[in-house]
């Protein structure tokens, strides 16, 4: 078993070259970044010229994936 991934993990990896999902944020942190995002949305909803053209860009790349049991963030 490696450190962080686990046995079915390594074993897709080996077979497919790539495995997923890989968590990377607690069900907490999910909920503070995505609170966060929602507070500046709410913000700059009306001055879109405020927004820096990169998040303007790639906004639409944002996903959030629960990993919660009940799907909750």
């Known amino acids: 078993m490696g450190k962080r991934l686990s046995d079915v993990q390594l074993q897709q990896y080996a077979q497919d070259g790539y495995t997923h999902p890989i968590p990377v944020l607690s069900a907490d942190e ?11 949305e709410a913000r700059k909803i009306n001055r879109r010229e405020d927004i820096p053209g990169s998040v303007v860009f790639w906004n639409h790349r944002i996903k959030f994936v629960s990993t919660a049991p009940n799907g909750q963030y």
């Open 30 to 40: 999910v909920s503070a970044a995505h609170a966060d995002i929602e507070a500046f």
